[in-house]
């Protein structure tokens, strides 16, 4: 028997059962280029086909519209580029990363790549709720001075539409660190808080740098965004995403 | 001299706009062939063809459009073309583009459309022609065909409107009649060997076109009115242009390339879904209905090929719903054969097959318990006239008998959400028959707390939903002579529609505008002299015409007047003898046979179908389909 035939036969078996253990695959990925400009959902259906296509025993949910169990770390914004994402795939029988990460590769449009796969037996704690920060790279012309320039003030408000209202925000506390080592003149590495208790977004970094340090707001609106890495865990002794069950 | 030159499309652009994953590309399946721009760039020629296939609508519904997916192959095939496609930017983009000198461009290579060959545009409703000259415009392409020059494309359309393209003839250089997947690459092969020659010579290109069979080159014939404005004749204006032009079709659907691997969007388009074509016409002959006259004769796939292309369409796209598109499901011969087949191959998969207009009886139902997608959107009937009478004059072949049986079996299946399509301004219409579209609805209703209390179920309310649309006289139908009614008498009948079911509060009633329909139907029908019309409105800021929010119809009345025309000039009631503007295009059906089923219509005869008894159309001249079945 081939053995694809074999899984699904396995998955028939299974799901027949009605047995739910989730194989966790916890896939690390970059995206760049055209499929960037895609929104959270859209990213996720294309995962979903993607998946789909290997012919892999995905896990399905269950209800009137089973989709393949995938859990996302933190939605990626329209516009912005990744090095380090993370969602965690399940399958409904255990599955080789490197099998996974063969089968995917060449199905994935440009621009969307599987960095690093590593399986999860059954995770305790979904992935959403890992996530603690993240860092990102803004790229524009004289930007690192303007972020040093900032991260001296004690207060940053910024303005954030919420419910259709405008709503000033303090950002300050949010932003932890700016990464020298990486950062040049015109790209600046900083990490901030992300996830769902506490989430900065780039663009409010961006938007208080035209504010507080005169970065125009063309090269504002031009601004290259990459998030570098997720990662969970209080700071200073924050972990990568992988190392969590 | 062509050359390439990358269009660049600023991030801060992309990020002004709503959903910019519409204009960068980059997806799954599409077709990219580097070698020719290369050769572009490197030696400033090429004697391949490059076309610009644009889809004049925003992505999302271009990119659910089958006829683009399968041109989109057929064009890519031979290894000495190309084909790439655009759609119209959203107003937000158009602006942008336009503030930032941004020329509209493909999603392959970005390149801007005035740097390819030939651009050939798939035109599915008339509302979309303003938005032609949109992506002519900001292509950099002369709007007018008689202003353009050697160095500019072709520009080329194919589409249902094509039947009457006069309203758009002074905008394209060749019009594509019929099927396109035989013709198409036909002229691209002309183009071909016109490049090779490297002899410029736009109009000697075109008079070569208009010897393919099915290519119609407007610029070649010329217009003619009598005094009161009525439309005389169309003729060639040489010697040896075709009078006639008799539209194309495939004879066998299984032997023509189909996309089993088409360009998957990476957003979310309106249907998301694959689709298999389970044939070509109709055999039922509604008399309002364009589609099922221009389409004829009917030809089938076989269920074998079907199944084969909805497994590898599966396997290439990933998608987890397949439609199965044609204008009614349930004439297809093998559906039971091709349905079991599709469960089979994709059991354990999660894949569900949705099948739109399928009449109900026991077959479907228990069809529809098997595949899941139905459930989400209730079951759909479009009896499309409230009394037997006015089905009979529109020859819709079904009886009150057969509808209400067919709910009976829904709601004995389960589902409590119904949908009814009827039409409003029908030959023929009087008040009774607006009465008739209550009363069945009220019908259905008190047959639902009926079955409630037999099956001894759990009452819910059900959801009846009336949806009228307004009938729309259209160009090679039995109806091509008729009016249009008039906006004072729809309104009194939606009124009284409306005051009918007040009471029922199960009964819901959508309606669709007036104005919309009205325009929809100058542009159907109309010849030559809506071209400055158009020109003139689309200038004045007329796109998306289609989109009830962006349709400005008083600025189309003002354009109207300012030509000297009139809306009832091209709605109102035309003789039956007198000559039409699309006369010169022959789709097998013959205007003979429309007149007597027009005449058949008034006696309130029924004309069986295809399959029961041939109506003698005229479409068996094709010599394939149901006509030799
Ligand atoms: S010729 Fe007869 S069978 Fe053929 S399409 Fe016309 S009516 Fe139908």
Redesign the interface.
């Known amino acids: 028997m081939s053995k694809k035939k074999q899984y699904?036969e396995r998955?028939?078996a299974m799901?027949r059962q009605q047995h739910l253990t989730h194989y966790v695959l916890r896939t690390r990925f970059r995206r760049y280029?055209?499929?960037s400009?895609?929104?959270h959902?859209?990213l996720m259906?294309?995962f979903?086909?993607?998946?789909?296509?290997t012919g892999l025993p995905i896990l399905?949910s269950q209800g009137?519209?089973?989709?393949p169990e995938m859990v996302f770390a933190l939605p990626l914004g329209?516009?912005i580029n990744s090095e380090g994402d993370y969602v965690d795939i399940s399958m409904s029988v255990k599955v080789e990363p490197e099998e996974f990460i063969e089968k995917m590769t060449p199905?994935?449009?440009?621009?969307l790549e599987i960095v690093s796969v590593v399986y999860k037996d059954e995770p305790k704690n979904s992935l959403m709720s890992v996530v603690t920060h993240a860092e990102y790279a803004l790229e524009a012309p004289g930007i690192t001075d303007c972020i040093k320039k900032i991260m001296t003030m004690d207060v940053i408000e910024v303005e954030k539409k919420a419910k259709g209202k405008i709503v000033t925000n303090d950002i300050r506390p949010q932003i932890l660190k700016f990464i020298e080592e990486q950062s040049t003149a015109d790209r600046a590495c900083l990490m901030v808080m992300a996830g769902s208790s506490s989430n900065l977004r780039p663009e409010s970094i961006l938007q208080a740098c035209v504010r507080y340090a005169g970065l125009e707001q063309?090269h504002a609106?031009?601004?290259?965004v990459t998030r570098l890495c997720l990662y969970g865990g209080e700071y200073p002794n924050t972990k990568l995403i992988e190392d969590f069950v | 001299m062509r050359t390439h030159k990358e269009v660049v499309i600023p991030h801060s652009v992309l990020m002004s706009v709503q959903s910019p994953g519409r204009y960068v590309g980059g997806e799954v399946n599409r077709i990219i062939k580097e070698n020719i721009v290369k050769a572009l760039e490197d030696t400033g020629f090429t004697s391949a063809v490059r076309i610009a296939f644009c889809f004049p609508d925003v992505y999302e519904i271009g990119m659910s459009n089958l006829a683009m997916q399968i041109l989109y192959k057929v064009f890519n095939e031979p290894e000495w073309c190309s084909c790439e496609r655009s759609f119209s930017p959203w107003p937000d983009m158009d602006k942008a583009m336009r503030d930032n000198n941004i020329p509209l461009y493909t999603l392959e290579t970005k390149s801007p459309l005035n740097e390819f060959d030939v651009v050939c545009f798939s035109i599915g409703y008339e509302m979309a022609y303003t938005n032609v000259l949109q992506m002519l415009d900001l292509g950099g392409i002369p709007l007018r065909a008689a202003e353009r020059s050697d160095d500019d494309p072709v520009i080329v359309c194919g589409g249902p409107v094509a039947y009457n393209i006069e309203p758009m003839a002074d905008f394209f250089d060749a019009v594509f009649m019929g099927e396109g997947e035989e013709v198409d690459l036909e002229l691209a092969y002309e183009i071909k060997k016109y490049k090779e020659n490297n002899k410029k010579d736009r109009q000697a290109l075109l008079r070569r076109l208009a010897q393919i069979p099915g290519v119609y080159v407007p610029a070649l014939y010329k217009d003619e009115y009598d005094e009161n404005g009525r439309f005389l004749s169309l003729k060639p204006i040489e010697e040896g242009i075709p009078e006639v032009i008799t539209k194309r079709i495939i004879t066998d659907l299984d032997n023509v390339p189909y996309p089993t691997e088409p360009v998957v969007p990476n957003m979310t388009t309106v249907h998301n879904r694959a689709y298999i074509e389970l044939f070509r016409g109709c055999i039922r002959g509604c008399r309002f209905c364009q589609a099922g006259y221009i389409y004829r004769p009917v030809r089938e796939k076989s269920a074998q090929v079907l199944c084969d292309n909805g497994i590898a369409i599966e396997k290439s796209t990933g998608y987890d719903e397949l439609g199965m598109l044609s204008l009614s499901t349930s004439d297809y011969t093998g559906l039971a054969e091709l349905t079991d087949g599709l469960l089979n191959a994709y059991e354990g998969h999660h894949t569900s097959l949705s099948l739109p207009s399928l009449r109900i009886d026991n077959f479907a139902m228990e069809l529809m318990k098997k595949i899941s997608s139905t459930r989400k959107s209730g079951i759909t009937f479009a009896p499309e006239a409230g009394t037997q009478r006015l089905r009979d004059v529109i020859n819709k072949g079904i009886t009150e008998e057969d509808i209400l049986k067919s709910i009976r079996l829904v709601f004995e299946g389960g589902w409590s959400t119904i949908k009814l399509y009827f039409m409003l301004g029908l030959p023929t219409e009087t008040m009774d028959d607006v009465k008739g579209i209550a009363d069945l609805a009220i019908k259905i209703e008190d047959l639902y707390y009926e079955i409630a209390r037999e099956k001894d179920i759990k009452v819910r309310r059900p959801e009846i939903t009336i949806s009228t649309s307004l009938f729309i006289p259209k160009p090679f139908t039995a109806f091509q002579w008729e009016a249009q009614d008039s906006i004072e008498s729809l309104g009194e009948k939606q009124r009284y529609l409306k005051s009918l079911i007040q009471k029922h509060r199960s009964i819901n009633y959508n309606w669709h505008g007036f104005e919309t329909s009205v325009w929809e139907a100058v542009l159907a029908r109309a010849d030559r002299r809506l071209a400055p019309v158009i020109l003139e409105g689309y200038k004045k800021g007329c796109i998306f015409d289609a989109w009830d929010d962006m349709f400005k119809y008083e600025t189309w009345l003002q354009e109207l007047d300012a030509c000297g025309l009139t809306v009832d000039q091209f709605i109102g009631a035309i003789d039956v003898d007198a000559p039409l503007a699309w006369d010169h295009i022959n789709i097998g059906v013959t205007r003979k046979f429309l007149a007597l089923e027009r005449k058949r219509a008034y006696e309130e005869k029924v004309t069986p179908n295809c399959r029961e008894k041939c109506a003698g159309c005229g479409a068996a001249c094709f010599k394939t389909g149901v006509c030799y079945e």
Not at chain 1, 48 to 53: D, L
Not at chain 1, 64 to 67: G, K, L, T
Not at chain 1, 107 to 111: A, I, Q, T
């Open positions: 699904d998955v028939l799901t280029g055209a499929v400009y895609i929104g959902l859209d259906n294309l979903g086909r993607t998946v789909r296509k399905y009137f519209n089973p989709r329209v516009g199905l994935l449009p440009d621009g063309v609106d031009n601004a290259g």
